[in-house]
């Protein structure tokens, strides 16, 4: 079983910057993908960015330049730093996993953005 835990969101002012981290806990596993997705008011979840073995990184084209994913492979963690926050990056950021064939969602963690 696996268990994503998301933190580090919060209020942030635009043009600041903020990195927000995904634990993984569990035993008996080996992540290869673990990633991020966001869903702002009234909007559906979209893909914001992943890291795949072995460091492969994909990102939205929204995001691409001001957001930069890793990971601590040992430790089963990804992290999401974003640089020169906007308003449009608002809203609740979830980690994603899959293993096997079950994806894993963490419980989200919220950014919002003064402006």
């Known amino acids: 079983q696996v268990q994503l835990v998301e933190s580090g969101g919060g209020l942030v002012q635009a043009g600041e910057s903020l990195r927000l981290t995904c634990a993984a806990s569990g035993s008996g596993f080996t992540l290869n993908l673990m990633g991020w997705h966001r869903q702002a008011p009234g909007k559906e979840r979209e893909f914001v960015a992943e890291?795949?073995?072995?460091?492969?990184?994909s990102y939205a084209d929204s995001v691409k330049g001001r957001f930069t994913i890793s990971q601590d492979g040992a430790k089963n963690t990804v992290y999401l730093e974003i640089h020169s926050v906007k308003p449009e990056d608002a809203g609740v950021y979830y980690c994603?996993?899959?293993?096997?064939?079950?994806?894993?969602w963490g419980q989200g963690t919220q950014v919002t953005v003064s402006s």
């Open positions: 890291i795949r073995s072995p460091g492969i990184k």
């Open positions: 994603h996993a899959p293993l096997g064939w079950r994806d894993y």
